[in-house]
Every structure is written in C-alpha cells, then in structure tokens.
C-alpha cells in the first residue's frame, strides 16, 4: 500500500453525517455510502509491484563456464489485483442516527470503522432535533400518511392560528429531554 492509501486507511474513522432522501431506506443509504468507501478506497495508489530473483544459465559465459548460473528479476504477481482480488473489500459502517423511515428526508449520521465505538457518546449527547412537517386539513387515510386511501373526510374551519401553535407548542412541551 503506499503511503496515501495507507493513510486515507488509517485516518477513515469517526461519525459523519449524510442526507438521506426521501426515497431510500437507511440501511440501503448504509450501503450505498459502504459501497462508494470500499470502490474508492481501491482506486488509491497501491504499493509498487514486487520483483523476484530468478536464478537461470547464463548464456554469456556459456562457452566458458556451461555451468554458470546469473540472476534476472522478474515481476511478483502475488499482489497483483487480479490474483488477490481488491485489497478493500469490507469497511464498517454503522447508522447512529435513526429515527428516518423510508418515508422521510433528512440528515443521517454514520459512523466508519473506529468511530462506530462513539455511538454510545452520540447518543447521550441529546442534540436537538428539528422537524418540518407537512400535512393537508381534512383528510383521514388508512396508514397516516398522504399516500394512504382516504377513509374519512371532514371540515377544519374550526381550526385557527392560535389553536394550532397551541397543540404544536404542548407536543414540542412533551418531547423535551
């Protein structure tokens, strides 16, 4: 390996953070990052091809000494990638941050090789959240969401500004650590 594979190695630790859309599971956002890591991690600049000593006849000093030997170096292909394979080929990944269906968008923190011990830490931290929530009065669906079947609908004139940021504010109340 040489020395910027080597190091780029070493120093791919900690947490990050990644946004997920709306479209992707996590774990499939997990292995799409995992996947990226490991394909460019290989495309670094690997350590110089070793050489061999190969011991053969000389054919120089044949007619002089027909048992003389010389040494030619020829190529190593031990480390060859297509005899050993990619030198990456697993790298630890883990979701700290969950919380996002497949359903939501957002900021998703991971964390590579070593800094998968510092999730214990991430999560006593209670960091703040913040929501943005979009929705339509009047609809009820089967599932919650907009894309559910509509099972029952009814007026919201009812509903006011400050009624609203009341029931928002009692929620906000409820959920702080």
């Given amino acids: 390996m040489s ?10 630790n900690g947490l990050f953070a990644v946004y997920k859309p709306s479209s992707l599971q996590p774990k499939d956002v997990k292995q799409m990052v995992q996947s990226v890591l490991i394909e460019d991690l290989n495309k670094l600049e690997l350590r110089p091809q070793k050489s061999l000593a190969k011991v053969v006849q000389d054919i120089v000093r044949i007619d002089e000494n027909p048992s003389a030997l010389t040494e030619v170096r020829v190529p190593s292909y031990t480390e060859h990638v297509l005899v050993r394979g990619p030198l990456y080929s697993d790298i630890k990944v883990a979701v700290v941050s969950g919380g996002l269906d497949a359903k939501m968008s957002g900021v998703m923190v991971l964390a590579v090789k070593l ?14 959240k913040t929501y943005t929530i979009k929705g339509q009065f009047g609809f009820a669906t089967d599932n919650h969401d907009a894309d559910g079947k509509i099972w029952q609908k009814s007026t919201f004139d009812h509903v006011t500004q400050e009624k609203f940021e009341r029931v928002i504010s009692n929620m906000q109340r409820s959920h702080q650590k």
């Fill in 115 to 128: 800094g998968t011990k510092d999730i214990d830490t991430y999560h006593t931290t209670l960091m703040s």
């Fill in 3 to 12: 020395k910027q594979a080597r190091k780029v190695w070493r120093d791919l």
